[in-house]
């Protein structure tokens, strides 16, 4: 991985964005280190271009950088000898798109209800952000996504509502699949990190590591807490050690 004159685009929704979940005063708010953002200001010899809101599908995404970042029409690309700049998109999307719309869901619990991003749509428009990054000479990299706490997104949304969270559950069937369907989203990205070769900072294990992720996870069971994102802090880091140790400020 080239990384002399880099610039990074971080993309994706508010983990990208380094959100987390103020219990207190029951908003969210930005990390102290703002997460992937903070790493690449504080420890990356690079530029950085934040593309990263809270909410955005993988769609939203993809439109923004299309906007922002991707040309009208690819120019002839340049030989290596010819620029040592390299551009690298680093991408994380994917919790939004496998949510649900819980308040329909408990208005109608017996409805066929579909998520916010079918599984064929993500996994799809994942592949053609890939493909154009590289059509623009900027290297995609994937960052796959830190697990839910079930239990406690089910008690968030639900609002300590006993008849929503009945009727949610009659649609859903047991709390513990959210965390399965969350998780098939998970899959999907890394299927497309494998069939592109896309390296991908995996942030999942660093989670899935621990003794109990969940101590990681902010109140509302989506969001990496304070702690949470010092392990997305840490996996990149490893990543960037083992693929692109020359990006690191002191090659720490």
Not at 152 to 168: L, P, S
Not at 184 to 208: D, G, Q, W
Not at 213 to 226: A, M, Q, S
Not at 239 to 245: I, L, S
Request: charged share 30%.
């Amino acid at each position: 991985m080239e990384t002399k004159g880099s610039s990074i685009i971080l993309a994706g929704d508010s983990i990208a964005k380094g959100i987390v979940f103020d219990a207190p005063r029951k908003r969210y708010v930005r990390a102290n280190k703002e997460g992937f953002a903070g790493f690449i200001k504080n420890t990356m010899n690079a530029t950085l271009e934040q593309v990263s809101r809270l909410g955005w599908l993988v769609t939203d995404v993809k439109a923004a950088i299309e906007t922002r970042i991707f040309r009208k029409e690819p120019k002839q690309k340049l030989d290596k000898s010819e620029t040592e700049e390299k551009s690298i998109l680093v991408l994380e999307v994917g919790g939004n798109d496998s949510d649900f719309n819980w308040d329909e869901i408990a208005k109608d619990p017996y409805a066929e209800h579909l998520p916010k991003t079918t599984l064929p749509v993500y996994t799809d428009t994942l592949k053609q952000i890939v493909s154009a990054a590289r059509e623009n000479d900027i290297e995609p990299v994937l960052v796959n996504l830190p697990p839910v706490d079930a239990d406690r997104y089910f008690a968030f949304f639900t609002e300590g509502d006993e008849e929503k969270a009945k009727n949610v559950l009659k649609w859903l069937g047991q709390v513990g699949r959210i965390y399965w369907w969350h998780e098939r989203y998970n899959a999907a990205l890394e299927y497309v990190a494998e069939i592109t070769s896309t390296a991908m900072i995996n942030v999942r294990h660093a989670f899935l590591n621990t003794p109990d992720y969940r101590e990681y996870i902010c109140e509302d069971g989506i969001h990496p807490n304070e702690e949470g994102q010092k392990l997305i802090f840490d996996a990149a880091m490893d990543f960037a050690k083992r693929r692109a140790p020359g990006l690191l400020l002191g090659n720490a």
